[in-house]
């Protein structure tokens, strides 16, 4: 034991990690950050033309191989690219293997949608889809035409690198 009620430690540097409950690979705790990114948001792969207002911003959390992403996107323009909506550059990338879709929470501003908005961050990549859901349980991707010129879009997600 490290310190007691009277005497604590204040600050600890560690080149090497900590290991929590165990001593094996997996109990290693060897990265910790915070950080800022700066959300795209795209239609079909492209951004011509969109502008954003002075608010556009994300956070993030990074423990070990879990990051937890907050963005905020608002539009002022939606250009003129077309095609599926993105929400791009998360700060980083997520796990390539089989099945690992990540679902995220979302509220969404001037963007029509038939049902519920839901969405994705697709498996080996800092990107998340967003779709809706019909009443009749009908999945379709949202597209530049289900937003409007002062759309906003927040998003949490949390995944594994």
Not at 18 to 39: I, M, R
């Amino acid at each position: 034991d490290l310190g007691n009620t009277s005497e604590r430690w204040r600050d600890i540097y560690l080149s090497g990690g900590v290991f929590l409950g165990g001593t094996g690979a997996a109990n290693k705790l060897d990265d910790y950050e915070t950080g800022t990114w700066t959300p795209v948001l795209s239609f079909g792969g492209g951004s011509v033309g969109i502008t954003y207002s002075t608010s556009r911003a994300g956070f993030y959390t990074k423990v070990g191989n879990l990051v937890t992403a907050n963005c905020y996107v608002a539009i002022t323009a939606k250009g003129t690219s077309t095609g599926l909506a993105r929400v791009t550059a998360l700060p980083f990338v997520s796990l390539n293997t089989a099945n690992n879709y990540t679902a995220i929470t979302c509220r969404i501003h001037d963007v029509s949608y038939s049902g519920t908005i839901i969405g994705y961050q697709e498996q080996g990549s800092n990107n998340i889809i967003l779709e809706q859901v019909t009443d009749a349980g009908t999945r379709t991707v949202l597209t530049e035409s289900n937003f409007t010129n002062v759309a906003e879009v927040m998003i949490s997600v949390s995944y594994i690198t």
